[in-house]
């Protein structure tokens, strides 16, 4: 329906930013300073699939390109400004990072006109600042005739359309693709490039939670809570690193121009305890645990670095009608204590639990072994019990603000989930 497909083109639009390494045009010389095309450009209409937007509702807070002297321009989408470098030749406008141009457009007189927004097939019409004309884009707020190519989730299959497309353990890379100030690493250090791993883990209505961890790392680096649809998942609270993830921080949606489910997250790292200038600027790729990279590897694009390992692994894989363990879950059947501690009693066993974590003594323990082992037998509170993963909290007696986290998951493939993660909450 239209206003699923609106939201369809809206992720579009945030893709864009992560196709700046597909290009390959240069950069010609910059253009005289009386040149009249210097000045602001402003979206007008978006078209796309066919039906036009006014462009507001794709970019809540508009689009502009402000074309500079000396070759240099601002892209300000959604009130984000971006500094790079602009070209002329002949009405062919291109605008491009590092040498690599991600956005071409011909302007004739006071309109512009990308007609392939980072090979979406977006075409945004733009007009030179004092120019816009009126939109003749509709609005529409109920579609006449539902499009028969798009069909809402069937309520009588098992789980929600959201939880079929997300959940689960998916595998990719971070990759640290720009520095700022304090963050510039030395002349000669190595690309910062890591084997990442994502959990998603949704109800059906579309709240959960998101966790990604670095190989070989023992706590995560992202944890936030999350909401949205089998289109599109938004951050809601959490951290990246010691940095605070708000709402609509990430965007996640799965790339409508890549085969399988393709998953990009960029952003910039802003250092809290340093200034707006001190920082980096990264990106992460993901595909669904199991789903090879043939395109990666055809077109000879970035790949995990862990890659070719993950392949044999897949391949080592057990195949479940086949191959049957049959492990008993060792919580089975198990209740615990009841869970009375104070606020420096817990303070004591987190510090147990990090030093243990930190030695990688926690991998393969069982909920009931974490509790018996930290917890002098006491049952910990579920705090969320998932498909993939699960939360329990110990909260503090002489204040429940303040608790202990410990995370569980199947690593071993053998349905029994063990402890991953640890957390804490000491106001």
Same mark, same amino acid.
């Given at each position: 329906?239209?206003?699923?497909?609106?939201?369809?083109?809206?992720? +579009?639009?945030?893709?864009?930013?992560?196709?700046?390494?597909?290009?390959?045009?240069?950069?010609?010389? !910059? !253009?005289?300073?009386?040149?009249?095309?210097?000045?602001?450009? *402003?979206?007008?209409?978006?078209?796309?699939?066919?039906?036009?937007?006014?462009?507001?509702?794709?970019?809540?807070?508009?689009?502009?390109?402000?074309? +500079?002297?000396?070759?240099?321009?601002?892209? $300000?989408?959604?009130?984000?400004?971006?500094?790079? /470098?602009?070209?002329?030749?002949?009405?062919?406008?291109?605008?491009?990072?590092?040498?690599?141009?991600?956005?071409?457009?011909?302007?004739?007189?006071?309109?512009?006109?990308?007609?392939?927004?980072?090979?979406?097939?977006?075409?945004?019409?733009?007009?030179?600042?004092?120019?816009? !004309?009126?939109?003749?884009?509709?609005?529409?707020?109920? !579609?006449?005739?539902?499009?028969?190519?798009?069909?809402?989730?069937?309520?009588?299959?098992?789980?929600?359309?959201?939880?079929?497309?997300?959940?689960?353990?998916?595998?990719?890379?971070?990759?640290?693709?720009?520095?700022?100030?304090?963050?510039?690493?030395?002349?000669?250090?190595?690309?910062?490039?890591?084997?990442?791993?994502?959990?998603?883990?949704?109800?059906?209505?579309?709240?959960?939670?998101?966790?990604?961890?670095? +190989?070989?790392?023992?706590?995560?680096?992202?944890?936030?809570? $999350?909401?949205?649809?089998?289109?599109?998942?938004?951050?809601?609270?959490?951290?990246?690193?010691?940095?605070?993830?708000?709402?609509?921080?990430?965007?996640?949606?799965?790339?409508?121009? /890549?085969?399988?489910?393709?998953?990009?997250?960029?952003?910039?790292?802003?250092?809290?305890?340093?200034?707006?200038? /001190?920082?980096?600027?990264?990106?992460?790729?993901?595909?669904?645990?199991?789903?090879?990279?043939?395109?990666?590897?055809?077109?000879?694009?970035?790949?995990?670095?862990?890659?070719?390992?993950?392949?044999?692994?897949?391949?080592?894989?057990?195949?479940?009608?086949?191959?049957?363990?049959?492990?008993?879950?060792?919580?089975?059947?198990?209740?615990?204590?009841?869970?009375?501690?104070?606020?420096?009693?817990?303070?004591?066993?987190?510090?147990?639990?990090?030093?243990?974590?930190?030695?990688?003594?926690?991998? %393969?323990?069982?909920?009931?072994?974490?509790?018996?082992?930290?917890?002098?037998?006491?049952?910990?509170? +579920?705090?969320?019990?998932?498909?993939?993963?699960?939360?329990?909290?110990?909260?503090?007696?002489?204040?429940?603000?303040?608790?202990? *986290?410990?995370?569980?998951?199947?690593?071993?493939?053998?349905?029994?989930?063990?402890? %991953?993660?640890?957390?804490?909450?000491?106001?």
């Amino acid at each position: 329906m239209k206003l699923k497909r609106r939201s369809f083109v809206k992720l +579009l639009a945030m893709i864009m930013a992560l196709l700046l390494f597909t290009a390959c045009a240069k950069d010609k010389k !910059p !253009p005289a300073s009386d040149d009249p095309n210097l000045g602001l450009w *402003q979206a007008a209409v978006v078209e796309s699939f066919g039906e036009e937007f006014a462009a507001n509702e794709i970019f809540d807070s508009g689009f502009d390109i402000e074309l +500079l002297q000396g070759g240099k321009c601002n892209i $300000i989408a959604d009130g984000k400004k971006s500094t790079y /470098d602009w070209s002329m030749e002949g009405d062919t406008l291109s605008i491009s990072q590092k040498g690599t141009a991600f956005v071409t457009a011909v302007i004739k007189g006071s309109q512009m006109v990308i007609d392939d927004y980072g090979l979406t097939g977006m075409k945004i019409t733009l007009y030179k600042e004092g120019s816009v !004309p009126p939109t003749s884009a509709p609005v529409e707020t109920e !579609p006449a005739d539902p499009d028969p190519g798009e069909t809402e989730p069937d309520s009588d299959e098992p789980g929600a359309a959201v939880q079929t497309v997300w959940n689960g353990d998916w595998y990719g890379f971070l990759w640290i693709t720009d520095y700022y100030g304090s963050w510039q690493p030395e002349a000669d250090a190595e690309e910062e490039f890591y084997d990442a791993f994502m959990t998603i883990d949704v109800d059906e209505a579309g709240n959960g939670q998101l966790s990604i961890s670095l +190989l070989g790392a023992m706590e995560d680096i992202v944890v936030s809570t $999350i909401r949205g649809d089998e289109y599109l998942l938004e951050t809601v609270e959490g951290y990246f690193l010691d940095a605070v993830l708000e709402a609509g921080d990430w965007w996640i949606g799965i790339s409508p121009i /890549d085969e399988g489910k393709r998953v990009v997250i960029a952003d910039r790292y802003y250092d809290p305890e340093l200034t707006d200038e /001190d920082g980096f600027e990264y990106m992460f790729a993901f595909r669904p645990w199991g789903e090879l990279w043939e395109a990666e590897e055809s077109d000879g694009d970035r790949l995990p670095p862990g890659y070719e390992t993950y392949k044999t692994e897949l391949a080592d894989e057990p195949d479940p009608t086949i191959d049957d363990p049959g492990i008993e879950d060792p919580n089975k059947g198990w209740v615990g204590k009841v869970a009375n501690f104070t606020n420096d009693e817990l303070q004591e066993i987190y510090t147990q639990l990090k030093n243990a974590y930190d030695q990688g003594d926690l991998r %393969g323990m069982s909920y009931r072994e974490i509790c018996e082992t930290y917890f002098d037998g006491a049952a910990g509170e +579920l705090d969320l019990e998932g498909e993939t993963v699960t939360f329990y909290v110990w909260r503090a007696s002489d204040n429940p603000s303040n608790y202990v *986290q410990v995370t569980f998951q199947d690593y071993a493939g053998d349905g029994v989930r063990t402890a %991953g993660g640890i957390g804490y909450n000491f106001e």
